[in-house]
């Protein structure tokens, strides 16, 4: 069975950071590219960023471009998403996907987990 759990959310005051993690289970996601989404109260689901399956690429969103670092773990199975210098526009549902595209298209990804709230607090 094909798992992704997000952790990490939280309550945080503005210019505070968070850290969130993905983590995968049931397939080989070393070989996945992932990205994180995220969905604000009454908007539409948003790329935030996208990292492919060797860790070697990246792609931001330009509204958390310089604020936000994605990764992936040793193992290469665990995604994580530092959010440094946290805006209360960044209050959202936050999402982990994973597919077989390096892309900001979240129709283009497989796998979606449950998703994580982050609150920001001005």
């Known amino acids: 069975q094909v798992q992704l759990v997000e952790s990490g959310g939280g309550l945080v005051q503005a210019g505070g950071s968070l850290r969130l993690s993905c983590a995968t289970s049931?397939?080989?996601?070393?070989?996945?590219?992932m990205g994180w989404f995220r969905q604000a109260p009454g908007k539409e689901r948003e790329f935030v960023a996208a990292?492919?399956?060797?860790?070697?690429?990246?792609y931001y969103a330009d509204s958390v471009k310089g604020r936000f670092t994605i990764s992936r773990g040793n193992a290469k199975n665990t995604v994580h998403l530092q959010m440094n210098s946290l805006k209360p526009e960044d209050t959202a549902v936050y999402y982990c996907?994973?597919?077989?595209?390096?892309?900001?298209?979240?129709?283009?990804?497989?796998?979606w987990g449950q998703g994580t709230q982050v609150s920001v607090s001005s």
């Open positions: 049931g397939r080989t996601f070393s070989f996945y590219d």
């Open positions: 996907a994973a597919g077989n595209r390096f892309t900001v298209e979240s129709r283009e990804y497989d796998y």
């Open positions: 990292i492919n399956w060797s860790g070697g690429n990246t």
